[in-house]
């Protein structure tokens, strides 16, 4: 018996052997999404192209965060890029994590990123917000937008949804006449982020903000913040049951499954819609900016964008492989692989918008020219969790909406310090 | 010394006096590669807990460690999430607990008689914990969704009437706690199998002879026989669920409502999310020491460090 | 449990049908989920949402199996699981059973033998969470993340203490006296270890030895920080890495959690044997 553990253990050791890494020229952190496939596969064609080897670390969505923070907060160079959700961005660069890209761009004889890139993809990768330097370079461009079934919003008498007010009238019809199987919006309440992503627009789109302009003052609990929550609110008592613990998926599968009218969702649904495979509405769904409350709608951007970590050794290098990736042909290519371009010359590309598949990306423009970014705050991580466990509560109904308001003011200005 | 020394330069001798010291010290030779493996594995991450729990940690590696002294754990005190959080996880590791055991041990005293050679079947009947807990987790999403799920269907074609489960503010602890037992309580099963497998059959002779009810012989002979192996299974289990994650990470992510948030996802959320691992640390020592008093309490109860 | 002998032919056969209508009542509740994964597994997306349910899959499809093992590198994230698994077992179970032979069978001053025992049991109880942030710098400090080397010491952190207990209380079970009767026909201390107890304690071997697989096979929270890439990753991070932002991907995910539990079943299986007969010996005594 010992005899056959020893083996095992033998077994086990020439495991180390195998596991000694050969690192690479430089190294990028991606999520194992479709912006991590794309960026992986760009990273191929480059190591092909000149002689580089690129290393590609995947880690799952919730965790790009983290590694990324390890690393940073530990100054270890162990990734020389790290690909980012938007939201993330203060926190990296006000810790110290991101290098200042402004050096490079001197060096390189460019005054920074070219106005082909999208005004808003450009804004949220500078530190302050579109008034700082350079962060880091946009690479995936998304921003939420809304997914209705046109035939159904006819039946229900509304011929295209432009304001919330619509919404709420076909879904009222629709989830009434449904007997519970049938729904006319759905949405994502699960606590935390989610339930956070699909109430901002709403916020946005009735005027109200989080904070007020130069960031001084907390301005959830106001007359503004009260109407939107009337309206979701109100679209929670159109939703199926449940909902308190949707995410995108499952959000997605509503429509895809034909079995939910409308819904706030990202674009790379659209694919998805429109594959057989995985659904039963091709063709059927369309896609708007985000309605209007008392304001114009404004969509959530959610843009991945790569940035250099201060620890890296190999910073130009890194550099060198962003603005080859961030090209408008490369754009071009990430964006025939699936994923939404930053580029206006891309946005508009005929080769791209005649094929059915990339049919909303005018749609998906306007709405990411007319998005609002996340609050702009280091401690976005913790505030997102703080709302986002008061929109959970207003929305599971143990809370009232006021009282959901007024505490998330609350609890917002104890951790920003802001009275 | 002489004598000493003299030992020594035999023992490095080849033969039999370098087994003479192999021999004379086995009783320690064989503990120590254990002890020292868990004291290198264990004693960096324990003094870090410890330094971290009294400083505030800023994710800038430029800044200095601050220190708070007993700052996080006045903290502790007035936080509400962790309120919660403990409450959660209080009722949490009760009510599974207590449903693998009983559903465990009742399974066990009515199978034991049927079953015993059917090995092949206490295999079988094994499988949910070969499964990988975040594979688990995804399963039971899937079966819980309130529109598509089978869960659902199930109940519309018994006309009863249809829950949101996960997403239910009243349901969700409950949705939790049913995966959870799902997945452990055959390991409470299976112990109690083997437990009840190695009752002598005397006292239960003499029992019946003297006309005790099954109740009785239950009462008196079959629980003090199966106390120990009861208490290894209670405390494996109890240690277990107090850092329960992965179901609640993937099911419900804390909501809704904060009613699902246990105390493992909380440290995640505060050592990763809000980047604040001081006051993750000063939390992770409250679970270790409430995980210490209660194993240490029951242990003696049991008199099971003998 | 206790046979009553009084008790009447009829109430006999009413025990057993019930005893049989339990087993198939908790065979069904186990399996079902199970079930429900590989039905998934084989099914298109759209059949996995389809409502009502279905039971057996209408148009069975080898899709995300494709997916999941030819172009995703989830064979190599089962190496990955297997070597590490295999390595924390090899090393938590030598270990492990010369510690709990030691605890169960020699004395030690003091009241070492009781403390050392709570000691060992104690390392278990560390939240795992918050071992994370020093292990990482532990591993970053030795140049060793992203190496299964670094997982199998992680492991064997949370495994060794589960092992010795295992262990102690299995040899605690075996009767001393053969032992004893080795030692007077010369063999050395170890020598009786090796020939008598270990032998005799191959079922809590067995035991012990699944039990340490099945947690090292499946541990999902330190394998999210430690590795990096498909060199050292393993299987649930892997799964994990298929519920993205935007879409969690069933398929796929079953398709890899049902294969996933394949090889332990089966290992469960070629040990059965040694199973439950260890089990009934080792985990009687403290």
């Known amino acids: 018996m010992l005899r056959k553990f020893c083996l095992a253990l033998a077994v086990a050791t020439s495991a180390f052997a195998i596991s000694a890494s050969a690192w690479a020229d430089f190294t990028v952190l991606v999520p194992s999404s479709s912006e991590g496939d794309g960026l992986r596969a760009a990273a191929d064609d480059y190591s092909k192209m000149k002689g580089t080897k690129v290393e590609i670390v995947q880690a799952p969505y919730a965790n790009v965060f983290e590694q990324g923070a390890n690393a940073g907060a530990t100054k270890s160079g162990v ?112 606590q935390g982020n989610p339930v956070v992503a699909d109430f901002m627009p709403i916020f946005w789109s009735y005027g109200a903000n989080m904070f007020n302009e130069d960031r001084t003052k907390v301005t959830i609990d106001t007359p503004e913040g009260a109407a939107a929550m009337k309206t979701f609110i109100a679209l929670r008592d159109v939703s199926p049951k449940g909902i308190e613990s949707y995410n995108a998926n499952e959000v997605g599968t509503a429509l895809a499954a034909g079995t939910a009218a409308s819904s706030i969702n990202w674009p790379n649904w659209v694919a998805t819609f429109e594959d057989p495979s995985q659904s039963k509405m091709v063709g059927k769904i369309s896609y708007s900016p985000i309605p209007a409350g008392t304001k114009p709608g404004s969509s959530e951007i959610g843009h991945w964008t790569m940035g250099i970590m201060a620890a890296s050794k190999n910073k130009q290098e890194a550099f060198d492989f962003m603005i080859w990736a961030t090209s408008p042909e490369q754009i071009k290519i990430s964006a025939s692989r699936g994923n939404p371009p930053v580029r206006a010359s891309v946005f508009t590309d005929a080769d791209l918008t005649k094929q059915e598949q990339f049919r909303h990306y005018p749609v998906l423009m306007e709405a990411i020219q007319a998005s609002t970014p996340r609050p702009r705050h280091p401690k976005w991580p913790e505030i997102e969790n703080a709302f986002g466990i008061e929109l959970s509560k207003a929305v599971a109904g143990t809370i009232t909406p006021e009282e959901a308001l007024k505490n998330a003011q609350a609890a917002v200005e104890q951790i920003t310090g802001l009275k | 010394m002489l004598k000493y020394k003299g030992e020594l330069a035999k023992s490095l001798q080849p033969g039999g006096s370098l087994e003479h010291w192999t021999e004379r010290h086995l009783r320690y030779l064989m503990l120590a590669p254990t002890v020292l493996i868990l004291l290198v594995l264990t004693i960096f991450p324990s003094v870090y807990m410890f330094y971290a729990a009294v400083h505030r940690i800023s994710p800038n590696p430029d800044l200095p460690w601050e220190f708070v002294g007993t700052g996080n754990f006045v903290r502790l005190i007035s936080d509400p999430q ?51 807990p975040i594979a688990v987790a995804i399963t039971w999403k899937i079966i819980y969704e309130p529109q598509f799920g089978v869960l659902n269907e199930i109940m519309f074609q018994l006309g009863l009437p249809v829950q949101a489960w996960a997403g239910d503010v009243n349901l969700a602890m409950f949705s939790i706690i049913v995966a959870d037992v799902w997945q452990w309580t055959p390991f409470i099963f299976l112990l109690m199998l083997a437990g009840l497998a190695s009752l002598p059959v005397e006292p239960y002779e003499a029992a019946a002879l003297d006309g005790a009810s099954s109740w009785r012989q239950f009462w008196d002979l079959t629980l003090p026989f199966l106390k120990p192996v009861i208490a290894i299974a209670l405390l494996l289990r109890v240690m277990d669920a107090l850092r329960l994650f992965d179901l609640v990470f993937i099911l419900t992510g804390g909501g809704p409502a904060d009613r699902t948030k246990v105390l493992s996802l909380y440290i995640y959320q505060v050592a990763y999310r809000f980047a604040d691992p001081g006051y993750a640390a000063a939390i992770s020592l409250f679970v270790l020491f409430v995980t210490i008093v209660l194993s240490t309490w029951f242990m003696k109860r049991m008199r099971l460090a003998e | ?114 403390q050392i025992s709570f000691w060992i049991l104690s390392t278990r109880m560390m939240p795992p969470i918050v071992s994370i942030i020093p292990l990482y710098l532990f591993f970053n400090y030795f140049d060793m993340l992203n ?92 799964i994990a890495g298929r519920v993205t932002q935007y879409k969690t991907y069933w398929g796929e995910i079953s398709a890899a959690g049902f294969m996933a539990c394949v090889p332990i079943v089966i290992f469960a299986f070629i040990v059965q044997k040694h199973l439950v007969r260890g089990l009934s010996l080792g985990a009687v005594k403290g």
């Open chain 3, 1 to 114: 449990m206790a046979t009553i002998r009084t008790r009447s032919r009829g109430r006999e056969m009413l025990l057993r049908l019930s005893a049989y209508l339990t087993i198939l009542v908790a065979l069904i509740l186990t399996l079902f989920p199970v079930y429900w994964i590989a039905a998934n597994s084989f099914k298109f997306d759209i059949d996995i949402f389809a409502v009502p349910p279905e039971w057996l899959p209408r148009n069975p499809t080898l899709k995300h199996y494709d997916e999941a093992f030819i172009q995703r590198p989830f064979l190599r994230y089962a190496l990955n699981s297997f070597l590490v698994a295999a390595g924390t077992t090899a090393i938590s179970v030598t270990f492990g059973t010369m510690a709990g032979y030691a605890l169960a069978r020699f004395s030690y001053p003091w009241q070492w033998r009781k």
């Open chain 1, 79 to 190: 990734f020389d890029i790290i690909l980012m959700d938007d939201p993330w961005i203060p926190f990296f660069a006000e810790n110290g994590h991101l290098e200042d890209l402004t050096p490079y761009f001197k060096n390189a004889g460019m005054e920074g990123p070219d106005n082909d890139f999208l005004s808003k993809s450009l804004a949220i990768c500078r530190n302050p917000y579109n008034t700082g330097p350079y962060v880091c370079l946009p690479y995936v461009g998304n921003a939420q937008m809304f997914f209705y079934d046109a035939a159904k919003y006819k039946e229900a008498g509304v011929e295209a949804p432009k304001t919330w007010d619509d919404v709420l009238k076909a879904s009222k019809t629709l989830t009434e006449n449904g007997g519970g199987r049938y729904f006319g919006y759905v949405f994502r309440g699960g």
């Open chain 3, 147 to 238: 190496t299964k080397s670094a997982l199998i010491i992680a492991y064997t952190a949370f495994n060794l203490p589960f092992a010795t207990w295992m262990m102690k209380s299995y040899f605690q079970d075996l009767p001393v006296e053969l032992e004893e009767a080795a030692i007077v026909d010369g063999d050395t201390r170890w020598g009786a270890f090796l020939h008598v107890a270990l032998p005799l304690a191959r079922p809590g071997l067995a035991a012990t030895a699944i039990f340490c697989l099945i947690i090292s096979w499946n541990e999902f929270l330190l394998s999210l920080v430690i590795t990096l890439t498909e060199q050292s990753q393993t299987l649930p991070i892997g």
């Open chain 2, 82 to 132: 962790f309120h919660v959080a403990v409450r959660n996880t209080a009722v949490f590791t009760i009510v599974a607990v207590a449903l693998e055991f009983v559903l465990g041990l009742g399974l066990a005293l009515l199978l034991d008689r049927y079953i015993r050679r059917l090995s092949f079947l206490k295999t079988v009947l094994m499988i949910p914990m070969m499964l990988p």
